[in-house]
């Protein structure tokens, strides 16, 4: 940022020959980009603009006419101002038609009342011009440095839009193609007040360029892309504040320093060289989704602040009826898939099809991966009384898709913009049926073969959001243990084998399996050969019925009898009663929900 004649005149070199602004002090917070003396009448020619001219006025014409045609050139080439050193040519004042012509053309036109040097001025001047040009290459120099560390450090766009607008002091915003926003930072202003309404502000916001100022809204612009193929934009608010100076007519806008221009493109190629490294990874805006899922599962961020960013990406959870959903696959990643890339395929088809069903059955949602085998959604609805229409239409649409998936169709629609906010704009990729299958027959139920699908209560608050998570996500567990194929299991579905699942962290469950089983346990620890638990096992699940669980063990029943025995002796505990049966079979139930992953 250059000096403005204000600040050139309150210099002390300037000050020492009294100066006094005799016309055009509405301009005397023009930049001046240099100083120049002259005492020729045509040194317009000479000049680019920005210049503040330095003159005795020994060289002027002596007409009026001259005088405007002078003051005129100086006007239209864009100088900063003129000073008039009285004394040598003008005595008492310069004449009246160059302070009236100076005034009209809005030039600021400044008298010397006393003998000055000009060289001290142009030292002075050029000093503080030198400074400000050091000083903006320093912070281009560290501006560089900066985005240099986060490509090399892999930062992700949250990280990259904070350095942003730390370095310019100003709020800065990334959009996609449709004007939503897939970050942000406030830089200490209102973020609802930057945010509110932002799709329809952002698209008065029209620059002349692929890094351009918009004087009409004060925003700097530029594109995010690489390769020809643009995916967003980067926004940086210039004046911090909003409030876009004003120009005098006829005046080009003053827009932001060249700093800022530099700092905004190199941030947004920090972005997309990101985006290019991460190619296979999940796309900014699931990114987006995840983050706030996961924020709401461990409280990492305000659910206020997780519903304004969730409004700014199109989901809108303010008064609305959230239904948390989980869909993992009902088996474990099979032992032929082994492996973290395959995993990570695995759930990625999954995420894809949850996605895809969402479309076709036009919910609004939060979607991710929330883990290694899951994928959640928080459902937006509208209506409380459509909460069970809409989880089977989900349902049914998931089942669609993965069918399509396993006999490797591309889900139809896939152009489509997708309710939940993320980026579909990319073609699907064609999922192998082995892999999209897990193994089992696609045209199985369970809400689309080879998944579960389990929903938690719905809530009417976001703060309530996370209790509709958890719930789902601990259904979603306890029904891994549930032949049924149903399209949506809900808590009352789970049984006991559920529940005490959705306890197994529960310490008093964990010091009830010890009291009944303790002892038989660490039996089995000295005795591995002869694993009594799975004896008693035998004998509970075939409804107490020892030649059934003779059978059921691949023993003799001699064998069987005298193990039972062994048993009732370790365990100090009569297996013909029915009530002690009972006992040691829940002990059993969750001693398995305990020990599950």
Request: hydrophobic share 45%.
């Amino acid at each position: 940022m250059f000096p403005t004649v204000r600040e050139v005149l309150a210099l002390d070199p300037v000050r020492h020959g009294a100066p006094r602004v005799v016309a055009g002090d509405a301009g005397l917070d023009r930049p001046v980009r240099w100083v120049h003396v002259a005492e020729v009448p045509d040194i317009a020619t000479l000049l680019g603009g920005g210049e503040l001219v330095l003159t005795t006025g020994i060289g002027l014409p002596g007409d009026d006419a001259g005088l405007r045609a002078f003051i005129g050139d100086l006007a239209d080439v864009g100088v900063s101002g003129l000073v008039v050193e009285l004394g040598r040519r003008y005595v008492s004042g310069v004449p009246r038609v160059m302070a009236a012509t100076a005034e009209r053309r809005g030039l600021p036109l400044v008298e010397l009342r006393r003998a000055t040097p000009f060289v001290r001025i142009t030292e002075a001047v050029h000093a503080l011009i030198v400074d400000v040009q050091l000083t903006e290459l320093r912070a281009t120099e560290e501006i560089h440095q900066r985005f240099n560390d986060l490509s090399v450090e892999g930062a992700d766009a949250a990280e990259v839009i904070r350095q942003a607008a730390e370095l310019s002091g100003c709020p800065v915003v990334l959009e996609n193609l449709s004007r939503q926003v897939l970050g942000y930072d406030h830089a200490g202003e209102s973020a609802e007040l930057l945010l509110d309404g932002w799709e329809q502000h952002s698209r008065r916001i029209r620059p002349a360029g692929r890094t351009a100022y918009d004087p009409d809204s004060g925003w700097l612009v530029t594109a995010v892309g690489a390769r020809g193929q643009d995916w967003g934009r980067l926004l940086l608010r210039w004046p911090a504040n909003g409030d876009v100076p004003s120009v005098q007519a006829g005046e080009p806008a003053a827009g932001p320093p060249t700093r800022l221009s530099i700092l905004i493109e190199r941030a947004a190629s920090t972005l997309a060289l990101g985006r290019l490294i991460r190619r296979d990874a999940e796309g900014l805006e699931r990114q987006i989704h995840r983050t706030l899922l996961t924020a709401l599962l461990d409280h990492s961020r305000p659910v206020d602040e997780v519903a304004l960013r969730a409004k700014a990406l199109g989901v809108l959870l303010d008064r609305r009826h959230l239904v948390g959903v989980m869909v993992r696959y009902r088996a474990d990643d099979p032992a032929g898939e082994s492996g973290p890339e395959a995993g990570q395929a695995r759930l990625r088809d999954l995420s894809e099809a949850v996605g895809q069903a969402l479309r076709e059955a036009k919910l609004t949602a939060l979607t991710s991966a929330v883990d290694d085998n899951s994928v959640g959604a928080l459902l937006a609805l509208a209506d409380p009384a459509a909460e069970d229409r809409a989880l089977s239409a989900f349902a049914s649409a998931l089942r669609r898709v993965r069918l399509d998936a396993g006999t490797g169709r591309a889900p139809a629609g896939e152009a489509s913009r997708s309710a939940t906010g993320a980026d579909v704009s990319r073609p699907a990729p064609t999922v192998e049926p082995a892999r999209a299958v897990a193994g089992v027959d696609p045209s199985r139920g369970g809400g689309g073969g080879g998944v579960i699908v389990a929903a938690g209560s719905g809530v009417s608050s976001l703060r309530e959001a996370r209790r509709s998570l958890v719930e789902a996500r601990q259904v979603a567990e306890a029904a891994r243990r549930d032949r049924r194929d149903l399209p949506i299991f809900r808590l009352p579905h789970v049984g006991l084998a559920g529940l005490l699942h959705l306890l197994r962290d529960e310490p008093r469950l964990q010091t009830f399996v010890e009291r009944e089983l303790g002892a038989l346990l660490e039996y089995d620890a000295r005795h591995p050969r002869e694993q009594l638990l799975d004896t008693l096992r035998a004998y509970l699940e075939q409804g107490r019925n020892k030649s059934a669980g003779a059978a059921a063990a691949h023993l003799s029943r001699p064998a069987f009898y005298e193990r039972l025995a062994r048993i009732a002796r370790i365990l100090d505990a009569d297996l013909d009663s029915v009530e002690t049966s009972l006992s040691l079979h829940v002990a059993l139930l969750a001693l398995e929900a305990v020990r599950s992953p």
